[in-house]
């Protein structure tokens, strides 16, 4: 018997089947769409016809630079659907990048959506591979642009073919979907996800001791559908029949709540800065929140005072997650095991403010200077991983080899690991404070620091030093009503009780702004660079 491959479009297949009533809820600029799992079926059958005949071809790249709405969900199906493959491309990186990017990726057809049109047209000249722009809005008219040839995606639609059959001659080791990583220093590298690894990813996120997304579900993915395929939860969603709500463009924490309270959201997943920012509108209690069984927070280090804050003041479940581009993203979930629902509730927090146990599927290891290090939550080491859906190459670049040596995704964030087998993230080996051949951990620092009230965020680096080579220092933005209210000596006299007395911050730097990446994580290289002579400069 021929052996089954696993196929992205099947995935589709089944929600047109199963849940042909269920929906896919999608905000876009001018209005919030309602479209079953039967009518995003046929149009990504249209938008793959329409592929075929612009010439897209099995191995082709097509490139999205878009928003989370259907339009995106329907690409993210369609382009596979061909033997193609889906290019997302990270909106907020830089022209250069976004240039970078699509040559490396050879993209040969781009779907835009209307308001990000802009940048192409300052761009295209230096686009070498890309045959036809596709415009993505809720018109058939194609706007004024100097890009050439523009279609309008919806007249496009109207033209396909609502019965076209997807490929399903793909071996399942062949790609699929192409991210190049968020990249806080040096150039982009692609990550290849292959049909396999998408597959199986997605049923890992449905796993019950994971995030348990199923079909009752009311998925709200608010992570960006162009970074790691918004944590697979839209293929994961549509595979399960779950109802997904897309959030569109430019959304507000306003918009989120609205959104979360209007449709029932269940489950919704993003980074802490997001989570941080609708904390503050929920707060004030004009939201119902009530249907929320989880709040997925992932990419940064979930500070636990955010997880008591949802837990006890909303009564809302929040669970920490973690993973990388090159892992599809998903690696570790912290949740509880059923003996540890008895600890002291601040025993519970410190616990799942980890980023928490391996998903099935998925080998560890943890290595330090003496090879693999003791299950003791104190010895620190790289977290090295390979599995299913961890990448074992960065796409056409091999001056990154060593990162995937022996077969092991080498991560470049340093562990510890309990003897429950929970990791927790303590650095990246770029962002590590060496002091006295020591090191300091700023995740622990920064969770402490911000536990102080009149704290809004905190990053704390590591700058040079004469005698210690590296010492840390905070930077820290306080609240509006707080500013030019606390010293320094405030925010060190607060954390001096958690940490022996050299863990302590040389200096506070308050600041305005905490400089950040494209996918808004804290930007620790720049603050490194600036900060350089901080510490040595006469005061
Ligand atoms: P990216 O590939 O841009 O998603 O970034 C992946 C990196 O983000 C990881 O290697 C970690 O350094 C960091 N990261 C992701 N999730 C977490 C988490 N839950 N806690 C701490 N750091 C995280």
Redesign the pocket.
């Known amino acids: 018997m021929m052996p089954i491959q696993l196929n992205v479009s099947t995935m589709l297949e089944r929600a047109e089947l199963f849940y042909p009533r269920k929906q896919v809820i999608s905000r876009t600029l001018n209005q919030v769409h309602r479209l079953t799992y039967k009518e995003i079926g046929e149009r990504t059958r249209r938008l793959s016809s329409v592929l075929e005949k612009l010439g897209v071809e099995a191995g082709d790249r097509v490139g999205t630079f878009a928003w989370n709405h259907h339009r995106h969900l329907e690409a993210y199906f369609a382009v596979p659907g061909l033997g193609a493959v889906i290019h997302t491309i990270n909106i907020r990186l830089s022209p250069e990048h976004v240039v970078y990017i699509i040559n490396h990726a050879q993209d040969k057809v781009l779907l835009i959506d209307e308001d990000l049109l802009p940048l192409f047209e300052k761009i295209k000249d230096h686009l070498h591979s890309v045959k036809a722009y596709i415009v993505m809005s809720d018109s058939t008219e194609v706007p004024s642009s100097s890009l050439e040839p523009l279609y309008s995606y919806e007249a496009l639609l109207a033209e396909g073919d609502p019965e076209f059959q997807f490929r399903k001659d793909i071996d399942e080791y062949s790609p699929a979907g192409i991210c190049y990583?968020?990249s806080t220093s040096g150039i982009p590298k692609g990550v290849v996800y292959t049909h396999r690894a998408l597959v199986l990813h997605s049923m890992a996120v449905g796993l019950a001791d994971t995030l348990a997304l199923g079909e009752t579900d009311v998925a709200m993915p608010v992570v960006p559908m162009f970074h790691?395929n918004a944590w697979g939860m839209p293929y994961a969603a549509t595979w399960f029949g779950s109802t997904q709500v897309l959030p569109g463009p430019r959304f507000t924490p306003e918009v989120l709540a609205e959104l979360i309270s209007q449709e029932k959201v269940t489950v919704t997943a993003g980074v802490p800065t997001v989570w941080l920012g609708l904390y503050t509108v929920l707060e004030e209690g004009n939201y119902n929140t009530g249907s929320l069984r989880a709040i997925v927070c992932?990419?940064?280090?979930?500070p636990p005072s955010l997880i008591s804050r949802y837990e006890d003041r909303l009564g809302i479940p929040f669970y920490?997650?973690?993973?990388?581009?090159?892992t599809t993203?998903l690696v570790t979930v912290a949740r509880l095991k059923s003996y540890q629902q008895s600890l002291s509730k601040e025993q519970q927090v410190e616990l799942r403010a980890k980023?928490g146990i391996l998903v099935p599927g998925l080998e560890m290891k943890v290595e330090g200077v003496n090879g693999d290090v003791k299950w003791d939550g104190q010895e620190m080491g790289e977290l090295l991983l390979r599995g299913p859906w961890i990448a074992g190459e960065y796409y056409l670049d091999d001056s990154t080899d060593h990162i995937f040596e022996d077969g092991w995704l080498h991560?470049?964030?340093i562990a510890t690991v309990d003897p429950e087998g929970f990791i927790k993230?303590v650095d990246?080996t770029k962002d590590l404070i060496k002091s006295g051949g020591e090191w300091i951990s700023s995740v622990d620092l920064e969770n402490a620091i911000l536990d102080h009230e009149a704290v809004f965020e905190v990053v704390v680096v590591a700058v040079p030093d004469v005698q210690w080579a590296e010492r840390p220092v905070a930077c820290v933005v306080l609240k509006d009503e707080y500013k030019g209210k606390v010293t320094k000596e405030d925010i060190l006299s607060f954390v001096a009780p958690k940490f022996p007395k050299w863990w302590l911050p040389d200096d506070v730097v308050f600041m305005d702004e905490i400089p950040k990446t494209a996918?808004g994580k804290f930007l620790k290289r720049r603050l490194r660079e600036q900060l350089k002579h901080h510490l040595t400069k006469p005061s």
């Open positions: 990583t968020s790691v992932g990419g940064s280090a979930a920490h997650a973690y993973g990388m581009t090159e993203p980023q991560t470049g964030d993230l990246r996918v």
